[in-house]
T-cell receptor
Framework: GQSLEQPSEVTAVEGAIVQINCTYQ??????LSWYQQHDGGAPTFLSY????GLEETGRFSSFLSRSDSYGYLLLQELQMKDSASYFC????????????FGKGTSLLVTP | NAGVTQTPKFQVLKTGQSMTLQCAQD?????MSWYRQDPGMGLRLIHY???????DQGEVPNGYNVSRSTTEDFPLRLLSAAPSQTSVYFC??????????????FGEGSRLTVL
């Protein structure tokens, strides 16, 4: 089977840094993706890691350790608009196609 | 740029009724998929397709049918709606092949209520 675990809720202060962790179990690994979803909206793609290490895109960075089946999303200089749900996702290890999501982390940024 | 278009955006059904959620994409994506989203459950995959004529089941396929007669369209059919199918449904598509990043493009969602 396949599973992804991430915290259900995280709260942080505007301007701070927050890290959202994701651990996964999958029979075959094709990379870890992150998505953002604001209330009432559709998920949007943030980042993708296929190899170990840190990928940086502006205020957002994503890290992967394949040996630990672990990754995280790092959000810096938090803004109120970053309040949203964040999902990690991996492709199904069998088919290599279907993208399966974690249950999501609700991030609340407070003043 | 249309991207992924879902219709209808809102629908109310009675138990036992049937309906089809439409999904179309204009990006020539090989991969298309349907998810349902319920509070606290994240996005759960219902069915997916890697090309015309090819479909496969995801995590929660029961009660839903799909077909893929063209690259552009991937409709989701509820044959006999049940209250447990009350949810928000998202259609999503992506390319496949070398260098694929797993980036899915989502439609705006269809909010379905079954009474």
């Amino acid at each position: 089977g396949q599973s992804l675990e991430q915290p259900s809720e995280v709260t942080a202060v505007e301007g701070a840094i927050v890290q959202i962790n994701c651990t996964y179990q999958t029979s075959g690994f094709y990379g870890l993706s992150w998505y953002q979803q604001h209330d009432g909206g559709a998920p949007t793609f943030l980042s993708y890691n296929a190899l170990d290490g840190l990928e940086e895109t502006g205020r957002f960075s994503s890290f992967l350790s394949r040996s630990d089946s672990y990754g995280y999303l790092l959000l810096q200089e938090l803004q109120m608009k970053d309040s949203a749900s964040y999902f990690c996702a991996v492709r199904d290890g069998g088919s290599g196609y279907a993208l399966n999501f974690g249950k999501g982390t609700s991030l609340l940024v407070t003043p | 740029n249309a991207g992924v278009t879902q219709t209808p955006k809102f629908q109310v059904l009675k138990t036992g009724q049937s309906m089809t959620l439409q999904c179309a994409q204009d990006m020539n994506h090989e991969y298309m998929s349907w998810y349902r989203q319920d509070p606290g459950m994240g996005l759960r995959l219902i069915h997916y397709s890697v090309g015309a004529g090819i479909t496969d089941q995801g995590e929660v396929p029961n009660g839903y049918n799909v077909s893929r007669s063209t690259t552009e369209d991937f409709p989701l059919r509820l044959l006999s709606a049940a209250p447990s199918q009350t949810s928000v449904y998202f259609c999503a598509s992506s390319t496949l092949g070398t260098g694929n990043t797993g980036e899915l493009f989502f439609g705006e969602g269809s909010r379905l209520t079954v009474l």
